[in-house]
């Protein structure tokens, strides 16, 4: 076959494609037999001199995904397309696949256009069918207009699933310093007897840590057939069996991926193996736009963290404090039964004679000890060395008992707290009030006590 003339008509890069077929319906060698000039520059200008008839490794990464487009293409004899962000390398693929007649019983012919780039083109994107774009539309549609994002997200994975007539999707985060994970949305059909994810959550941290090692570079890994399950088994053994004793016949599972960090996977199980390019087409661009929407989650999440948590102790901080207390005075929340200031007396000797970072531990363990003492409580660092506390509900004599807890916790660890308490007040400033007075009146009490410690 004329390859080289056939080659000469194309202006973009281009190369054909060989790839043999067995009995089973699987297929096995892929080969670059011929390219264009446009191939051999682009081979030559990173570093590998384009060699006809050889391995398509020697001229692109290995790729499952790519080797099933020339499977399909060759196979069915329709043409294939795919835009992809090759994530490893930083750069986005767009790619055609053009059959073209064998002359060889067990092997199959395909023309390989494709061009790539740094930088995504939106053009590419959105370049889809009418049903594709409409799904992706859908999802993106909803994640825009919610004021509930979980709620949101629990929604775009059933509409996922009923695409993919699956029996299981799921997105799920994972958190790389806490190693832990977390379920956005899971869906279940009415007739599987699959499992919700919940059941499996516990330590499944250390199975999606072997995922990126099995993508490969990949966008997506796709289990469509026993082949494929069979092949699984020898690159992750682990995760094979997992899906076998879950009773997965078939899984896609795309990385959830953002500003080349990995924010966790989405998945569908047993999905109709039938409409496998449509599925992996629809869920690549999905994923691309919920990526992004979870960033965007993850981000105000962190930033409500920020401005609602003290970065040092990890406890409510002022803002969240007087955030309560304008809702006690409007009425949006309950008078707390009792409320207490705290002083940490000795914080400014710790980091004088010791340090700041001495000091900094005085108040964690400070902090630690208020919450052990006061955990149905709300406890509040009100700033510096002080500390508020409301508490809910709580009878008139335990207060004290509770702030003797306290002084017996903190004298084992060698901290000394002033404490004033209001119980039963029904104007909160003036509980507030009424408590602050009395821990100044408590801290007094505890120098004249102590005259050698006035310092603290």
Request: aromatic share 8%; glycine share 6%.
């Amino acid at each position: 076959m004329d390859f080289d003339s056939l080659l000469s008509k194309y202006k973009a890069k281009a190369c054909v494609v060989s790839i043999d077929f067995y009995e089973d319906e699987t297929y096995g060698n892929i080969r670059i037999l011929e390219g264009n000039k446009a191939h051999y520059d682009d081979m030559a200008a990173i570093g590998h001199p384009f060699v006809p008839n050889s391995p398509y490794e020697a001229c692109f990464p290995q790729n499952r995904n790519f080797e099933d487009y020339c499977f399909r293409c060759t196979r069915s004899g329709r043409p294939q397309h795919a835009y992809v962000e090759l994530y490893t390398m930083g750069l986005w693929l767009n790619m055609f696949l053009i059959p073209i007649e064998s002359d060889k019983p067990n092997t199959g012919y395909c023309i390989y256009v494709y061009d790539v780039s740094p930088k995504v083109d939106s053009d590419a994107m959105v370049d889809l069918s009418g049903d594709v774009a409409s799904e992706v539309l859908k999802a993106c549609v909803k994640l825009r207009s919610s004021n509930d994002i979980k709620k949101t997200f629990q929604e775009v994975i059933e509409d996922i699933r009923g695409l993919c007539d699956s029996e299981h999707c799921c997105i799920l985060l994972t958190d790389s310093e806490t190693r832990t994970c977390e379920i956005l949305g899971d869906a279940l059909s009415k007739e599987t007897k699959l499992l919700p994810m919940s059941t499996y959550l516990d330590g499944f941290y250390e199975i999606t840590e072997t995922w990126a090692e099995t993508l490969g570079g990949s966008t997506c890994i796709i289990i469509k057939d026993q082949h494929d399950m069979d092949e699984l088994h020898k690159q992750n053994p682990i995760w094979a069996e997992s899906l076998v004793g879950a009773m997965v016949k078939t899984i896609v599972l795309f990385p959830l991926r953002f500003d080349n960090k990995v924010l966790g996977y989405m998945w569908a199980i047993n999905f109709n193996a039938e409409n496998t390019i449509k599925i992996k087409k629809t869920l690549e661009l999905t994923t691309y736009f919920l990526a992004s929407e979870i960033a965007n989650h993850l981000l105000l999440k962190k930033l409500e963290i920020m401005s609602s948590i003290d970065s040092l102790t990890g406890i409510k901080n002022r803002n969240v404090m007087n955030i309560h207390v304008d809702q006690i005075v409007d009425g949006t929340k309950p008078m707390p039964e009792a409320v207490l200031f705290v002083d940490l007396n000795g914080l400014k000797r710790e980091n004088d004679e010791k340090g700041h970072s001495a000091g900094d531990k005085m108040l964690c363990t400070a902090a630690k000890i208020l919450q052990k003492v006061f955990r149905d409580g709300d406890v509040y660092r009100a700033g510096g060395d002080e500390f508020m506390i409301m508490i809910p509900e709580i009878a008139e004599d335990e207060v004290p008992k509770r702030i003797q807890q306290v002084h017996e916790v903190a004298k084992a660890k060698d901290i000394h707290f002033s404490i004033g308490a209001c119980h039963g007040g029904k104007d909160i400033r003036k509980a507030m009030h009424t408590a602050d007075e009395r821990m100044y009146a408590d801290k007094n009490a505890y120098y004249e006590a102590h005259p050698e410690e006035k310092y603290r």
